[in-house]
């Protein structure tokens, strides 16, 4: 039981405050199995804003986006190898450019739980404002490079 320095009991305070850590325990754990689950489905299944993997078969080139998918015949050209790779690098980059907004929107977010809970509001407010100025940049780099990848499949099929 605590007192105060008045003699009162102050079991209220003492109570908000473990109901406060509990919704932020709460918050953390529900962001972290958000971000497995998305990890695991992006890995396994492609699942992604995007969605593209290529995979090489015998003398062919089979590019999917979703539930699409373009065969290439490869003529064994040298300018062919290095589109197949160039866009192979662009498909790389954008998933792990989705791996990295991810991590960093959910460290953002747990970090912004945890300035709150802490009573850091100057900190919280700058947490809130990177990530904005970050995840703008992040959806730019994204837009363009789904639009490079775009433009390489259909020259590939051309």
């Given amino acids: 039981m605590l007192i105060s320095s008045k003699g009162v009991v102050i079991i209220e305070t003492v109570m908000k405050i473990r109901n406060e850590n509990k919704k932020g325990l709460w918050v953390v754990i529900i962001t972290l199995l958000s971000l497995l689950l998305l990890f695991l489905l992006t890995h396994f ?8 993997s290529i995979e090489k078969r015998s003398g062919e080139v089979l ?46 977010l747990i970090g912004t739980v945890t300035f709150k809970r802490l009573m850091f509001k100057k900190a919280a407010i700058i947490t809130v404002s990177l990530y904005v100025v970050l995840a703008i940049l992040i959806i730019f780099s994204y837009a363009s490079t789904i639009s490079s990848i775009e433009n390489s499949i259909n020259d590939l099929i051309k």
Avoid at 45 to 52: L, Q, R, V
């Fill in 45 to 52: 299944f492609t699942i992604y804003p995007g969605g593209y």
């Fill in 63 to 108: 590019i999917e986006k979703g539930a699409n998918s373009k065969g290439v015949v490869l003529n064994n050209n040298v300018l062919d190898e290095l589109k197949i790779a160039s866009l192979e690098s662009k498909i790389t980059y954008i998933k792990t450019l989705w791996y990295v907004g991810l991590l960093f929107t959910a460290t953002c």
